[in-house]
């Protein structure tokens, strides 16, 4: 980033996702334990790599919660006594949009997550612990921190792609970099076990050996001077403020934009293979996203929205752009044809920088 963040990055878990998961381990699991190294070897259907699990977790006893939820998708929990635990998900990707709630990880509402990076396309993230106390990471409670991984499949697999998400916690913190690659040797592990079991052929990508810290929703910078996912957007129309990360094959992207008093104004998004695949089937039940039959550009009476697309290798990434809310009174303010004007600008700057690092179409004018 051009200009360095002061602020701490405390981390933990994403509370939706792992809502999520947890609805797919617990109603219905089987628990079981084992305290040998086979424990491991029919968890999650097979697809965990025992040495890389013991590395991470630890040697103690293991405790494994299990469940196959239906075609496509395989989830379980690994505990270690005296030691960390990880919850698993690999997911058919074929599966998206299905479901009534979201499948795929993007991050937190208040702490944005980062591209794995290292040839893989990814997003390391989780949610930060307490607001408006201290930034710093606390020794008594354990961390939680969400790796989630796509894979695009080849030849005669039977499907277009996979996503393992894996939820790990440890007695180390995140905010060591040192330990930080630890959090992500289950999901990358897991993603070469899955490509190679089910026949996918993925491109997998190298061993992550450095990632960054999920970037907080108060960590600012001019967006002037922007030179990741806000990088090119326009800083008109009283948007001084930027608060992105950087990019890196981040299947999911966000670049928030606030005024010169730090009230955001705008979130931009951009979503990539399943994720964009998942936000445009959501449209069926929530009015407030894209369309696949409507124009490139849209808007709705209050201005919520604006979006575009572009065409790439793994299908069609979604570009969108939403006025932000943080007072009551903003919601009813009329957007007039300046903020119009300056939506549909930062919308396209975003849109063509996003889409020429992933090696995708120009995106359709919005």
């Not at 697809?47 to 196959?68: A, K, S």
């Not at 710093?136 to 921190?145: G, L, M, N, P, S």
């Not at 996203?289 to 790439?312: E, M, V």
């Amino acid at each position: 980033m051009a200009v360095r963040r002061t602020v701490l990055r405390a981390v933990a878990a994403l509370v939706a996702v792992a809502a999520v998961v947890a609805g797919y381990l617990l109603v219905h699991g089987d628990f079981q334990r084992w305290s040998d190294e086979s424990a491991l070897d029919g968890a999650c259907d097979g697809l965990l790599d025992r040495n890389t699990v013991r590395g991470v977790l630890g040697p103690g006893d293991v405790e494994v919660e299990h469940e196959q939820r239906g075609a496509g998708l395989v989830a379980c929990e690994v505990h270690v006594s005296d030691g960390g635990t990880a919850t698993i998900r690999v997911l058919d990707t074929a599966q998206v949009g299905q479901r009534l709630d979201d499948t795929l990880y993007t991050g937190s509402p208040r702490a944005l997550a980062v591209p794995v990076g290292h040839g893989w396309t990814g997003l390391f993230g989780a949610a930060p612990k307490s607001f408006g106390s201290s930034d710093v990471f606390r020794a008594d409670e354990d961390e939680k921190v969400t790796t989630s991984l796509v894979l695009k499949c080849t030849g005669d697999s039977g499907t277009d792609g996979l996503s393992v998400t894996v939820e790990t916690t440890l007695d180390t913190s995140p905010d060591d970099p040192a330990a930080r690659p630890a959090f992500a040797r289950i999901a990358t592990s897991t993603a070469a076990q899955a490509s190679r079991k089910r026949h996918c052929g993925a491109r997998l990508g190298k061993p992550v050996s450095s990632l960054g810290l999920p970037v907080n929703e108060d960590e600012y910078e001019p967006l002037g001077t922007a030179d990741g996912t806000c990088s090119g957007v326009p800083a008109a129309h009283g948007m001084a403020i930027a608060t992105e990360t950087a990019r890196g094959g981040a299947p999911h992207e966000t670049c928030r934009l606030a005024d010169a008093g730090l009230s955001t104004r705008y979130v931009l998004e951009a979503d990539y293979g399943p994720y964009a695949q998942e936000r445009l089937l959501g449209h069926e039940r929530d009015e407030d996203t894209p369309d696949t039959g409507t124009p490139a550009h849209y808007r709705d009476g209050d201005g919520r929205i604006s979006w575009t697309t572009a065409k790439c290798h793994d299908g069609r990434a979604l570009f969108t752009l939403r006025p932000s809310y943080e007072k009551a009174d903003d919601r009813t303010y009329p957007r007039d044809d300046a903020d119009l004007a300056y939506e549909r600008a930062a919308l396209t700057a975003f849109a063509e920088r996003s889409a020429k690092a992933h090696a995708c179409s120009a995106p359709a004018t919005p």
